[in-house]
């Protein structure tokens, strides 16, 4: 069941988050309403990763003995050459 909330915000954001809305088909309701969803449906024990992030999660497959610090090392090394 739906029940209405007023909520008071900057006028800005609200035109933003509007346009934000109108742009991706969907409403500005149903946005926030995602939004809430997804911060009460985390565990306590899950690190505050933002849905964006956690949507990224397993995009890519790494070899078992990639070694991050080497990796990011190597990559610095050659930016500064």
Request: glycine share 2%; hydrophobic share 30%; net charge positive.
């Amino acid at each position: 069941m739906d029940k209405k909330l007023t909520l008071s915000l900057d006028q800005n954001i609200i035109e933003k988050a509007k346009d934000y809305a109108k742009n991706n088909n969907t409403s500005l309701s149903k946005m926030i309403e995602s939004y809430l969803a997804s911060l009460t449906k985390r565990s306590k024990k899950k690190p505050d990763i933002t849905p964006l992030v956690e949507s990224l999660s397993g995009v890519i497959d790494l070899p078992e003995d990639f070694d991050v610090k080497e990796s990011y090392s190597q990559y610095l090394s050659d930016k500064y050459k």
